[in-house]
């Protein structure tokens, strides 16, 4: 072999080396995209179905537009029931809290004949605290 064709011998097996590199590159990146894209269309499925569901079109497939809009404005529809339960939890919390003060006046009331009429409760606002103090102390004498 002359150096000419070894020259060109050595050339080629370089250029299909490195055209070998490539390819396998290309079918890593082309795995890669696939994996997402059946992702992706597993999640369109999804949310295609959801769409479906919530408009009665079964045998429509929505606007990719469509579909987007359809979707945050479910979310902020949940956001907005989500701010409601919260205000409904949070009345009735209020509710309990007013009902468990009322409950507590109601049995301190009760016990007023039992509380000492010493000079260290007179005047004295009537807590939960003062009043179980006060109790505690007639109990002990």
Known sequence: MT????????????ELKSAMNQLKECQ???????????????????????????TGKHDILPDLGDLLTW???????????KDEDSKKIAKYIVTLEQRTKEDCKARLEDKA??????????????????????IDSVGKK
């Open 71 to 81: 979707l945050l404005d479910e979310i902020d529809r949940l956001e907005k029931g």
């Open 113 to 134: 004949e039992i509380l000492p009429k010493d000079e260290r409760w007179a005047g004295r606002s009537l807590s939960l605290d003062n009043a179980l103090q006060a």
């Open 28 to 54: 890593k990146e082309n795995k890669e995209i696939q994996a997402l894209f059946d992702l992706q269309h597993t999640r369109m499925k999804e949310a295609t179905r959801l769409w479906q569901d919530a």
């Open 3 to 14: 150096k000419t064709e070894q020259y060109c011998y050595d050339q080629g097996r370089g």
